[in-house]
């Protein structure tokens, strides 16, 4: 029984934290940073099309309008890619 009232209790904290947090921690935290975009090909085709179109999305939809760049590898697999960072 106190296990149960135990885990409510969690749960009733968890949700009050989610929906009182402050979205001013969020918007602070990449104004004015870079956040790269990655890309394992060459620039210009569809791939670097889809990855310019995205950038105005991220900018809309991150906090405090950080600073987005594509960044092209080109030759390179996609693991390496993924493994840069």
């Not at 987005?68 to 030759?75: A, C, R």
Request: aromatic share 6%; glycine share 10%; hydrophobic share 45%.
């Amino acid at each position: 029984m106190r296990v149960k009232i135990r885990m409510i209790l969690a749960w009733l904290v968890a949700v009050a934290l989610a929906i009182f947090s402050d979205p001013v921690l969020a918007q602070t935290y990449y104004q004015g940073k870079t956040i790269t975009v990655v890309r394992g090909g060459e620039p210009g085709g569809v791939g670097d099309m889809q990855a310019k179109a995205l950038i105005p999305n991220l900018k809309k939809h991150i906090p405090g309008e950080p600073n987005i760049v594509v960044e092209h590898m080109p030759g390179v697999c996609d693991k390496f890619v993924g493994e840069k960072n």
